[in-house]
């Protein structure tokens, strides 16, 4: 990541970015990094410089992806695949999990598509599918110990999914889709370009609001981030007016501009811890973390391709990547799966239904929301690292 100056990030005693107390209660971690100003001159080549940030992982193999069956993981693993080809390098390892009993994960037809496609194309690789029960679980086998020599949350607090794809990548470089909605997508320019290259011809009720979201003046954009807080009912007012600020101000400072939107992509403090935190797991592992679209010198080219105001789309982005190696049933796919059930898992659930009470500031949250939240159908992501906290609370007052 590329910052303006030192980075004042606090460590752990493990190596792990410490998490202040009012982003674990907030769910992530608020602000922004200052990066460095765009470069000057950068070749406008975001296929080629996709390639460039992949190769250092297939140079160390084994060369794990991470493979779900969505765009972001699909891309990657066809490119890796396609390079490993070109340049005689060990084809790539794609790894999947999946979760039995969970519709909501469930991308295998996906899965089976894109492998199928990549293998009519001649592509090579190796395709390791992971049956997942308890494993991922914030508080299970994986992320315990984590938590416990680290002596707080992490974020990302589904720490597991990485210890485990580490575990499989052990002395080789493991390849993640992480970056990929921010830097791909969300963007107002290529929205509106989009809008005004189709005409409004088969543009839906939910197309339209989101247009007009992209083209409405800051005031009227912090007003529209105002939702994003008001459903935290676990927090208390004080706290969920800071979130409230913090996500309307972030509505309101997305920049217009293709380019400048794409680079500020890499600016929010979440998208920095999460990557050291990731990369740091992985080394436990002499494992070397790659996240090529989270790349600099990725963001950088794939901004300058589209300029000032030359907006690429969500799917348009995938397939100038892509470069014919994909299907375009995955390319313009909208739905993504959701891993909230394996993350908040029986052991989670247990420890919910148990809880004290003890280990969260109450003058933050509200202990009685909080367990409902956790014991809901779907708990939000946002509560995991306060369970985490509470759960590190009791095994300190145990031992």
Not at 255 to 281: E, K, Y
Request: hydrophobic share 45%.
């Amino acid at each position: 990541m590329h910052l303006r100056e030192a980075d004042p990030l606090l460590l752990g005693p493990t190596g792990l970015p410490v998490v202040p107390a009012r982003d674990v209660a907030i769910g992530h971690p608020v602000g922004s990094v200052p990066l460095l100003p765009q470069p000057a001159h950068v070749e406008p080549d975001p296929a080629r410089a996709l390639r460039d940030a992949l190769r250092p992982a297939l140079q160390r193999p084994p060369c794990v992806v991470a493979f779900s069956g969505g765009r972001d993981s699909s891309l990657l693993l066809a490119v890796a695949a396609d390079l490993a080809a070109r340049e005689g390098l060990d084809p790539p390892t794609a790894l999947t999990f999946r979760y039995s009993g969970d519709p909501a994960a469930d991308e295998s037809s996906w899965q089976e598509l894109v492998v199928a496609h990549l293998r009519s194309a001649g592509l090579r690789f190796r395709w390791v599918c992971r049956d997942i029960t308890t494993e991922l679980d914030i508080i299970g086998p994986l992320t315990a110990p984590v938590l416990r020599a680290h002596g707080g949350p992490t974020f990302p607090a589904g720490l597991g999914n990485t210890i485990l794809l580490a575990q499989h990548a052990r002395g080789g470089g493991l390849v993640t889709g992480n970056a990929g909605d921010e830097v791909l997508g969300g963007h107002r320019a290529a929205v509106l370009r989009t809008v005004l290259r189709r005409r409004g011809r088969g543009l839906t009720r939910a197309d339209w609001r989101q247009a007009a979201a992209c083209a409405a003046p800051a005031p009227v954009r912090r007003r529209l981030g105002r939702r994003e807080a008001d459903d935290a009912a676990w927090l208390r007012p004080v706290l969920r007016g800071t979130v409230l600020g913090e996500t309307m101000r972030s509505h309101a400072a997305r920049p217009l501009r293709w380019d400048r939107s794409v680079w500020a992509a890499l600016a929010p403090r979440a998208v920095m811890i999460g990557n050291r935190t990731r990369a740091r797991i992985a080394r436990d592992y002499d494992c070397h973390l790659v996240e090529p679209l989270g790349s600099p010198d990725f963001v950088a080219s794939y901004a300058a391709f589209g300029g000032r105001w030359g907006g690429i789309a969500r799917a348009a982005g995938t397939r100038l990547l892509a470069a014919g190696l994909l299907p375009d049933a995955v390319i313009g796919r909208r739905q993504k799966a959701h891993f909230n059930a394996s993350r908040f898992g029986p052991i989670s659930r247990e420890f919910a239904r148990s809880w004290d009470r003890r280990g969260v500031d109450e003058r933050l949250v509200d202990p009685v929301a909080l367990r409902a939240a956790w014991l809901a159908a779907v708990p939000p992501a946002s509560t995991a690292m306060l369970l985490q906290q509470a759960w590190l609370a009791g095994r300190r007052e145990w031992s």
